[in-house]
T-cell receptor
Framework: GQNIDQPTEMTATEGAIVQINCTYQ??????LFWYQQHAGEAPTFLSY??LDGLEEKGRFSSFLSRSKGYSYLLLKELQMKDSASYLC??????????WGAGTKLIIKP | IAGITQAPTSQILAAGRRMTLRCTQD?????MYWYRQDLGLGLRLIHY???????GKGEVPDGYSVSRANTDDFPLTLASAVPSQTSVYFC???????????FGPGTRLTVL
């Protein structure tokens, strides 16, 4: 079957760095997406990786290793507004997105 | 620029009733999707449409139907609602089926 695993919840301190991991097993691979979802709101797009390596976008970076079925989202200089759920999704062989359950990130002052 | 709109924002519905959730996008995206999001689970695809006039079944299509008469609108119908359909429903769109998906604000549906 298809499976996306990510931690249920993480806690970090304002100003610090946090890494959210995602491992996947899917039928085919056509890219990995990270979305941010604040409580009660819609998911919003953060990043897309289809090749191995690190993609940097401001305070957020995303890494992919296709051979290991692994990705992480790195958030630097954490701000209180970064408190949200972070969703990992993989596009399978039919380009349908398979979603993880999300990681709830709690930022403490 | 509105992006994607959904209506209603929330709804409480008696079991057995028929309900249509509306979704409209103004980005001229070809592909549209309906997901449900339940606590502790990832988003699950209900139905999708890669272009106007075509639809396909996702992971959890039973009890739901869709239509795509034009590019902008993609309504989701529950023919006879059941309590297990209590969920938050998100509509999304992408320029084509392989592109980044953008989400509407969601509809919170409670079936009693």
């Amino acid at each position: 079957g298809q499976n996306i695993d990510q931690p249920t919840e993480m806690t970090a301190t304002e100003g610090a760095i946090v890494q959210i991991n995602c491992t996947y097993q899917t039928s085919g691979f056509n890219g990995l997406f990270w979305y941010q979802q604040h409580a009660g709101e819609a998911p919003t797009f953060l990043s897309y990786n289809v090749l191995d390596g690190l993609e940097e976008k401001g305070r957020f970076s995303s890494f992919l290793s296709r051979s290991k079925g692994y990705s992480y989202l790195l958030l630097k200089e954490l701000q209180m507004k970064d408190s949200a759920s972070y969703l990992c999704a993989v596009a399978d062989s039919n380009y349908q997105l398979i979603w993880g359950a999300g990681t709830k990130l709690i930022i403490k002052p | 620029i509105a992006g994607i709109t959904q209506a209603p924002t929330s709804q409480i519905l008696a079991a057995g009733r028929r309900m249509t959730l509306r979704c409209t996008q103004d980005m001229r995206h070809n592909a549209m999707y309906w997901y449900r999001q339940d606590l502790g689970l990832g988003l699950r695809l209900i139905h999708y449409s890669n272009t106007a006039g075509t639809t396909g079944k996702g992971e959890v299509p039973d009890g739901y139907s869709v239509s795509r008469a034009n590019t902008d609108d993609f309504p989701l119908t529950l023919a006879s609602a059941v309590p297990s359909q209590t969920s938050v429903y998100f509509c999304a769109s992408s320029e084509k089926g392989t592109d980044t998906q953008y989400f509407g604000p969601g509809t919170r549906l409670t079936v009693l």
